[in-house]
C-alpha cells in the first residue's frame, strides 16, 4: 500500500487485529462473544466501519453512503450466517454460506467497493471484507474446521513446501510453453527478500487461502466429498485470476492458477490448516515474483 498517512496507519492496524484475534485466540473469542447478548454479538461488527471513517476523512472524501454500507454490510452478513447457524446445525452449508461467499468473492474480484478509498490504500477495502467475512464465520457461525489457526507447527511447513516442490517443475514447465511466465532475476538483499515473503503471506495469501480453503473447500466437502470439493474450489480459484494482468479473459492465467489450487488445497486438507496452504501460496507468488 502507498500513502500510509497515519490515519492510514491506524486503519490498518484496526484492521489486522481481527485477524490476529481469531488468529491466535479463536476459541477464546468465540466463547467470550457467545456470553453477549445476541443483538449486541451480530450489531458489533458495525465497528468495521471505523477505518474507512479514518482514512476518508483525513483524504477528505468522506460519504454517508460509503460509511452506511461499510456500517451494515457486516451486520447483514452476521445476520445471515446466524440464521444459517440455527437452520444449518451439523454445517454441511446453506444458501445463506454460498450467498454471502458469492458476495465475498465478487466484490473483491470486480472491485466493487474500491472507488471508496484513496489510490494507493484500496487494499484496505479487501482487508475490511476479510474482518468481516471472519468475524461472521467464526464468531457467528462457528464454522468448525477452516484451520485459521496462526500458531504455526512444523507440519505446517513440512506439508507447505512439499507441494511446492511437487507444483513447481510442471507449472514451470507449462508456464514457459504457454509465454506466460518469463525467467529474469530479481533479486533484491536478504532482508528485502525475506520481507517480501512475509508480506506476501500476510496481505497476499492469508486472505485468499482463508476464502477458497478455509470456507469455500471446507464447506464443498461436506456436501460433495474431499476431491469434488478440491477440484471445484481450485477452479474457481482460478477463475477469480480472470482479470488479473489483463484487461482481457486471460486464460493462460485462469489455467495456471486453477492447477495451483489443487496443490493449495492439498496443503490445507491434509490437516486441515490454513497456515500450510499459505506457506505454499506464499512461497509460489514469492519465487514467480523473484524468477520469473
Given amino acids: 500500500m502507498q500513502n500510509l498517512t497515519p490515519a492510514a496507519i491506524a486503519a490498518l492496524c484496526l484492521e489486522l487485529a481481527p485477524a490476529a484475534f481469531f488468529g491466535f485466540a479463536s476459541e477464546r473469542i468465540e466463547r467470550a462473544l457467545a456470553r453477549w447478548p445476541r443483538a449486541l454479538r451480530v450489531t458489533l461488527p458495525a465497528l468495521f466501519a471505523v477505518p474507512y471513517v479514518l482514512v476518508s476523512l483525513s483524504a477528505h472524501i468522506f460519504r454517508w453512503e460509503w460509511f452506511a454500507l461499510y456500517a451494515l454490510l457486516?451486520?447483514?452478513?452476521?445476520?445471515?450466517?446466524?440464521?444459517?447457524?440455527?437452520?444449518?446445525?451439523?454445517?454441511r452449508g446453506d444458501w445463506r454460506d454460498g450467498f454471502i461467499l458469492l458476495l465475498l468473492g465478487l466484490a473483491v474480484d470486480l472491485r466493487w467497493f474500491e472507488s471508496a478509498w484513496p489510490a494507493g490504500l484500496r487494499a484496505l477495502n479487501e482487508l475490511f471484507l476479510v474482518d468481516a467475512g471472519l468475524y461472521g464465520f467464526l464468531a457467528i457461525r462457528k464454522l468448525s474446521g477452516t484451520g485459521f489457526d496462526?500458531?504455526?507447527?512444523?507440519?505446517?511447513?513440512?506439508t507447505g513446501l512439499r507441494e511446492l516442490f511437487f507444483f513447481a517443475p510442471p507449472v514451470i514447465v507449462l508456464g514457459l510453453a504457454l509465454g506466460f511466465i518469463h525467467p529474469h532475476r530479481n533479486l533484491p538483499g536478504i532482508g528485502s527478500a525475506l520481507l517480501r515473503w512475509v508480506a506476501i503471506f500476510f496481505f497476499t495469501a492469508v486472505p485468499e487461502e482463508l476464502f477458497f480453503r478455509a470456507w469455500v473447500q471446507n464447506l464443498l466437502e461436506r456436501r460433495l466429498g474431499r476431491r469434488a470439493a478440491l477440484i471445484i474450489a481450485s477452479v474457481l480459484f482460478g477463475l477469480s485470476h480472470f482479470n488479473k494482468r489483463s484487461a482481457?479473459?486471460?486464460?493462460?492465467?485462469?489455467?495456471?492458477?486453477?492447477?495451483?489450487?489443487i496443490f493449495y488445497g492439498r496443503a490445507w486438507r491434509e490437516?486441515?490448516?490454513v497456515p500450510a496452504s499459505t506457506i505454499t501460496h506464499a512461497s509460489v507468488d514469492w519465487l514467480w515474483g523473484l524468477w520469473f
Wanted: net charge positive; glycine share 2%; aromatic share 14%.
Fill in 248 to 261: 482481457h479473459f486471460n486464460w493462460r492465467y485462469v489455467l495456471l492458477a486453477t492447477i495451483a489450487g
Fill in 271 to 273: 490437516h486441515r490448516r
Fill in 74 to 91: 457486516p451486520v447483514a452478513i452476521s445476520c445471515l450466517l446466524l440464521r444459517a447457524a440455527a437452520a444449518d446445525p451439523n454445517q
Fill in 150 to 158: 496462526f500458531h504455526l507447527k512444523w507440519s505446517d511447513w513440512k
